[in-house]
C-alpha cells in the first residue's frame, strides 16, 4: 500500500489511497443505511436517555449554582495552577529544570511513551489535561445536597466524559500516534478506518469495539479443552464431567456453579491456568454447569428455574453418575448468589445434597454494590424491562458495555488508540476472547434479579424473596462455607460480600485474595502471584478482620483444597458414563459454543 521514502518515512500511492477511500465510504454509507432502516423499524418511541443522565446533572447544576463562592473558589484554584504550568513550561523551554504541576497516577498507561514526558509540548498538553480533569472532578464531587445514588452516578459519569477527552485518544495529542503517522505515510489512519468499520459492520450499525484476535481461539481446541463428557442436560443448562486425572478421588464430588452473565470457561481457559483442570489432578470428580445462552423462548424463565434446572437438577444427576447424595459446590458471582439461594431453599425444605459451599467474589447483601449500582433506579429498570420485552431478553452486548465502562481506560480507550488510531490489530488474548464472548439474560430472571436483589436488597431479609414459593432465609444456612473475595473487585466489593459471614447461619471461612474479580480467582499456584489474607476470628468490621489477618504469598486454591477435602476419603476415579447417566456428547458441549453475536 505505500513506498519506502527514506529510511523511517513512508508515502501512501495516490492509487491505492483513493481505491481504499472510495471501499470506505461505499462500507459507511451502507452501514448508516441499515442502522437508519434498523432504527426506523423499531416498535414505539425511542429513549434518547435510558440511563436517567440528564436528570443526575440537571439536579447537580442547580445544587452547585446555589453555591456560586464554592464555584468561584474552584474557577480560581484552577486559575492558578495553569498560572503555574505556563511558568514552569516557560522554564523547561529555556532549558531549566521544573517539577511538574501535576502528575499521572503510576498505573495510567495513557502516558506511557516517553514524549509525553521529555517533550515540552506534550508534557504541557498531559498536565493541562490532568489540571482539567481535577478541576472537574473536584468540581461535582463538592456538590452538597445531592443524594447518594445521585452524587455516584454524576461522578461517574464526569469519569467517562473526562477519559473520553483524554488527549491520547486524538490524533494531534497523542505523540505516540503522531509517530506512527509520519512513519507509515498515514497508513495508519487508513487501516484503523477499516477497523472501526468492521467493528460498526459486526455489531450491525453500533459500535462493537474488537478487543482480541477472534479467530485465534476457538472453544474446545484452545480454550476450555479440559477432557470431559456432558452427561445430562435440560433447557438451561449442560452438566459436564471431567475425566480422572488420578487413581483415586474425594468421595464427594464438586459442583461448579457459573455465572451465567458469562460462560463458564474463565475457570477453564488453557490448562496453566484452569481451575477445573487444577481441581480435577487434585483429585476431584469435577462437574460443571455449562449455561445454555437463552433466545426469546426462554424469556419467562426466572430465578427460581434457575436453581430447579440448574444446581437441584444438577445435585440429582450427580448422584446417579456417582452414587453420591452430597456434593461440595462452588458458585461463582451470580452462581454464588444462585448457590447460596439454593442453600437456603435446601435448609428450609430440610433436603440434603450440598454438604460444603465456595464462593467466589459473590454478592449477597446489596446495599453497596459499587458502581453497578449507578445503573440501578427505577427509570433505568423501567427502560431496560420495555426493552427485554421487545425480545425476551437482554442483548449480551449491552452487559458487556455496562462492565467496560467500569474501567473504561483499560477496556474500551486503550482499544481506541490501538485499532483506529494506530491502526494495529488487538492482541491475542484468551481473557478478552472470553469477556467477548457474551450471552444473554432471560426477561424474567433478570428482572427478578435486578429489582429483588441489587434495588431492594431483599436477600438479606429473612423472607424478603420467594423462590417456588419457599422464604429465602440465610439465617437458616448451617451448610459450612468458604467465601472468596477480591481485594480491588470492582464488581463484587470485598467489604460487601463480607456481609454473609454476619447472615449466615453457619460457619463462614473468609479468604481475601489479591487483585481483581477475574485474577483474584483465576490464580494458579504454578503463577506464584499475588497472595491472600486469611482470619479465622468471626468479627462484624470487614476493617478489623483485614486489620487482624495473617497474609499468605502465593496462590489461596491449596487452602481452599485442605478445606474442601476435610471429612472425605479417597475412592475409585470415576469416569462419564460409568454411572447412570449416559453420555450425552463430548465436551465442552454445545451450550457453550453458542455465541450471541
Request: glycine share 8%.
Amino acid at each position: 500500500m505505500a513506498e519506502e521514502k527514506g529510511a523511517d518515512v513512508k508515502v501512501i500511492d495516490p492509487a491505492e489511497l483513493s481505491q481504499a477511500m472510495a471501499n470506505i465510504a461505499e462500507r459507511s454509507q451502507r452501514i448508516v443505511a441499515d442502522f437508519v432502516a434498523r432504527q426506523a423499524a423499531e416498535p414505539g418511541p425511542q429513549n434518547f436517555d435510558p440511563l436517567n443522565i440528564g436528570n443526575a446533572f440537571m439536579e447537580m447544576t442547580a445544587k452547585m449554582m446555589s453555591d456560586p463562592a464554592k464555584l468561584v473558589e474552584a474557577n480560581l484554584t484552577l486559575w492558578n495552577d495553569y498560572l503555574s504550568l505556563w511558568q514552569n513550561t516557560a522554564r523547561r523551554l529555556m532549558g531549566e529544570h521544573s517539577e511538574p504541576v501535576a502528575k499521572p497516577e503510576p498505573a495510567d498507561r495513557r502516558f506511557k511513551d516517553e514524549m509525553w514526558e521529555e517533550n515540552e509540548v506534550f508534557d504541557f498538553i498531559k498536565q493541562s489535561y490532568l489540571l482539567s480533569a481535577r478541576y472537574m472532578h473536584g468540581v461535582v464531587n463538592g456538590v452538597e445536597g445531592l443524594d447518594e445514588h445521585t452524587a455516584q452516578k454524576v461522578d461517574f459519569y464526569t469519569r467517562q466524559f473526562v477519559d473520553a477527552m483524554a488527549p491520547s485518544n486524538f490524533v494531534l495529542t497523542n505523540p505516540e500516534v503522531l509517530r506512527t503517522t509520519i512513519e507509515s505515510g498515514g497508513e495508519n489512519l487508513v487501516k484503523g478506518l477499516n477497523n472501526l468499520l468492521s467493528d460498526l459492520e459486526r455489531g450491525k450499525g453500533k459500535l462493537s469495539i474488537k478487543m482480541t484476535d477472534y479467530d485465534a481461539f476457538k472453544v474446545g481446541e484452545n480454550i476450555a479443552v479440559t477432557p470431559g463428557k456432558v452427561v445430562y442436560q435440560n433447557d438451561l443448562m449442560q452438566l459436564l464431567q471431567f475425566n480422572p486425572t488420578t487413581e483415586t478421588v474425594v468421595d464427594r464430588p464438586l459442583l461448579i456453579v457459573p455465572p451465567w452473565i458469562n460462560k463458564y470457561y474463565i475457570l477453564d481457559l488453557r490448562p496453566k491456568n484452569s481451575f477445573i483442570k487444577w481441581a480435577v489432578d487434585q483429585g476431584h470428580t469435577v462437574f460443571v454447569i455449562s449455561w445454555v445462552n437463552p433466545d426469546e423462548h426462554l424469556a419467562a424463565k426466572d430465578f427460581g428455574d434457575y436453581m430447579h434446572e440448574g444446581p437441584l437438577a444438577a445435585i440429582k444427576a450427580i448422584e446417579q453418575a456417582t452414587g453420591h447424595k452430597e456434593v461440595n459446590a462452588v458458585g461463582y458471582c451470580l452462581g454464588g448468589t444462585l448457590t447460596v439461594c439454593t442453600l437456603a431453599y435446601m435448609a428450609a425444605k430440610g433436603l440434603p445434597g450440598i454438604a460444603s459451599a465456595t464462593l467466589f467474589t459473590t454478592m449477597t447483601d446489596f446495599s453497596e454494590p459499587g458502581e453497578l449500582g449507578i445503573f440501578i433506579d427505577e427509570e433505568q429498570l423501567v427502560s431496560l424491562e420495555a426493552k427485554m420485552s421487545e425480545h425476551g431478553y437482554l442483548d449480551g452486548r449491552d452487559m458487556a458495555m455496562t462492565f467496560n465502562m467500569l474501567r473504561a481506560n483499560d477496556l474500551i480507550w486503550s482499544f481506541v488508540v490501538n485499532n483506529y488510531l494506530l491502526g494495529k490489530d488487538p492482541f491475542p488474548f484468551d481473557l478478552l476472547y472470553w469477556n467477548s464472548d457474551s450471552t444473554r439474560m432471560p426477561a424474567a430472571m433478570h428482572s427478578f434479579y435486578l429489582r429483588k436483589m441489587y434495588q431492594q436488597n431483599l436477600l438479606t431479609q429473612p423472607g424478603g424473596i420467594q423462590l417456588d414459593g419457599v422464604d429465602i432465609d440465610l439465617g437458616k444456612i448451617k451448610t459450612p462455607i468458604y467465601m472468596l473475595s477480591a481485594r480491588e473487585d470492582h464488581i463484587a466489593p470485598w467489604k460487601s460480600t463480607y456481609a454473609l459471614t454476619q447472615n449466615s447461619g453457619g460457619p463462614v471461612k473468609f479468604v481475601l485474595a489479591a487483585s481483581g474479580h477475574i485474577a483474584g480467582v483465576v490464580n494458579p499456584p504454578a503463577a506464584n502471584k499475588y497472595c491472600y489474607w486469611t482470619n479465622n476470628k468471626k468479627v462484624k468490621n470487614p476493617d478489623t478482620w483485614l486489620n487482624g489477618a495473617t497474609q499468605v504469598e502465593g496462590s489461596w486454591w491449596p487452602d481452599w483444597h485442605a478445606w474442601a477435602s476435610k471429612g472425605t476419603k479417597p475412592v475409585p476415579a470415576r469416569t462419564p458414563g460409568d454411572g447412570k447417566l449416559a453420555i450425552v456428547e463430548d465436551g465442552p458441549g454445545a451450550y457453550v459454543k453458542e455465541r450471541a453475536v
